[in-house]
T-cell receptor, first 113, second 110 residues
Framework: EAQVTQNPRYLITVTGKKLTVTCSQN?????MSWYRQDPGLGLRQIYY???????DKGDVPEGYKVSRKEKRNFPLILESPSPNQTSLYFC????????????FGSGTRLTVV | DQQVKQNSPSLSVQEGRISILNCDYT??????FLWYKKYPAEGPTFLIS?????DKNEDGRFTVFLNKSAKHLSLHIVPSQPGDSAVYFC?????????FGTGTRLKVLA
């Protein structure tokens, strides 16, 4: 089954404790992206990757890092999480950067206390 | 600067009638527009897209209309079904960037 898999689904952590949210896709998509969803703000792009070893900032990159060492994986790293990073996070992949719909993962609900 | 706006947070429609969801944008550089549907506890699902050089695209019960002069697009669902109850996001895409609206919650009443 074609899918984007995120882990974990739910995570509660403390301020400053480094964490990684994993994302993997099995569709051989070149384009991957991370979004966060907050009430009243919709989906905002954090980082995106056009291919292996090629990443760039989205609209809200502060406090996040990403890497793309393999085509299928695109982990999101929070080096020192803060409460304002409490949010619902989605990873997504696409065949190309425009026109083609994203396939989204099921989301990771992160709470930073 | 909100480049993609969905000004109606919610909409209720009777089953069998038409649902019209609206979206406005400010960025003239978008070359595709897309609609997504989102159920609770799931990721958004791609519904339909339209190229900026077209004014209409149809897929089954879903039709998207684009009015470039007004910088406005709309999603029509006919006939509406209870299973269509969800949050709908519109998005504009340009080079490597998708900008999403804030979503409209559609409730289809049986």
């Amino acid at each position: 089954e074609a899918q984007v898999t995120q882990n974990p689904r739910y995570l509660i952590t403390v301020t400053g404790k480094k964490l990684t949210v994993t994302c993997s896709q099995n569709m051989n998509h070149e384009y991957m992206s991370w979004y966060r969803q907050d009430p009243g703000l919709g989906l905002r792009q954090i980082y995106y990757s056009m291919n292996v070893e090629v990443t760039d900032k989205g609209d809200v990159p502060e406090g996040y890092k990403v890497s793309r060492k393999e085509k299928r994986n695109f982990p999101l790293i929070l080096e020192s999480p803060s409460p304002n990073q409490t949010s619902l996070y989605f990873c997504a992949s696409s065949l190309a950067d425009r026109g083609y719909g994203y396939t989204f993962g099921s989301g990771t609900r992160l709470t930073v206390v | 600067d909100q480049q993609v706006k969905q000004n109606s947070p919610s909409l209720s429609v009777q089953e069998g009638r038409i649902s019209i969801l609206n979206c406005d944008y400010t960025n003239s550089m978008f070359d595709y527009f897309l609609w997504y549907k989102k159920y609770p506890a799931e990721g958004p699902t791609f519904l339909i897209s339209i190229s900026s050089i077209k004014d209409k695209n149809e897929d089954g019960r879903f039709t998207v209309f684009l009015n470039k002069s007004a910088k406005h697009l709309s999603l029509h669902i006919v006939p509406s079904q209870p299973g269509d109850s969800a949050v709908y996001f519109c998005a504009g895409s340009g080079t490597y960037k998708y900008i999403f609206g804030t979503g409209t919650r559609l409730k289809v009443l049986a």
